[in-house]
């Protein structure tokens, strides 16, 4: 798209709206959190890149949270850049839980404008439900569908962890320390990703990834995304 607004003779057409929703891993603690070094914020760069050619009344960009903390030179630079361009920026930070979902997802979004935007004043939050909120209800819809066909057996080098699991646990913390009492369920080295948990009952669920992170807070089984 960007060498496509790089050549002069392609006309412009005009957009309202521009968003864009780089790659995290420079910044989330489930990449490698390069932070400023990672090549792949050459993505951000192409952002501002498409925003600078077609400037859109709008320009939205979203990440998670850290990219604010630890990449606040790179927001610094875009939020000069913008001003430039005669665009209004401002930095928004939110959680998808205070807005009613069923997760914890902590978000960062700078939005620039060339219009002037009134935001709705503060309102106290209404907290997302719970996981056991969440099953009771599923459970309960007459359109649950059946999943037995997908393939969420727990992975053989935690299966036998089940009763040193409950709920809210995570994973990989139980199954170091077996390691380091020399238990012999789990082997003497290697281990589970560090976001494989089981979920809480009475707490709402963490950020659902397209793996294989979360198990089922009262059944021993992987819960997928779906």
């Known amino acids: 798209l960007v060498e496509t607004y790089q050549k002069p003779s392609v006309g412009y057409p005009f957009v309202d709206v ?4 780089p790659p995290c891993s420079a910044f989330s603690q489930a990449g490698q959190r390069r932070h400023l070094a990672d090549p792949i914020l050459d993505d951000w760069r192409d952002w501002r890149d498409v925003v600078t050619a077609m ?15 630890m990449g606040r030179p790179l927001i610094d630079e875009f939020c000069a850049d913008l001003k430039k361009l005669h665009y209004k920026p401002y930095v928004l930070l939110s959680n998808s839980w205070l ?4 997760q914890v997802r902590s978000r960062f979004q700078l939005l620039a404008s060339r219009l002037e935007l009134k935001f709705p004043e503060p309102t106290e939050a209404e907290a997302g439900p719970t996981v056991r909120q969440v099953l009771r209800e599923l459970y309960a819809s007459p359109h649950r569908r059946d ?35 020399g238990d012999a369920r789990v082997k003497p080295t290697g281990g589970p990703s560090y976001v494989v948990q089981r979920l809480p009952l009475d707490r709402p669920a963490g950020v659902f990834t397209g793996a294989m992170d ?3 807070p009262t059944e ?6 779906q």
């Open 55 to 69: 400037k859109p009344q709008i320009a939205i960009i979203e990440c998670v949270q850290q990219a604010w903390t």
């Open 214 to 216: 979360f198990i089922h």
């Open 99 to 102: 807005h009613g979902a069923p």
């Open 220 to 225: 021993w089984r992987y819960l997928d995304p």
């Open 147 to 181: 999943f037995s066909d997908l393939k969420l057996q727990i992975k053989p080098g935690i299966r036998a962890l089940d009763k040193d699991c409950p709920p809210g646990t995570h994973v990989r913390k139980v199954f170091k320390k077996l390691q380091a009492a």
């Open 18 to 21: 521009i968003y864009g929703n």
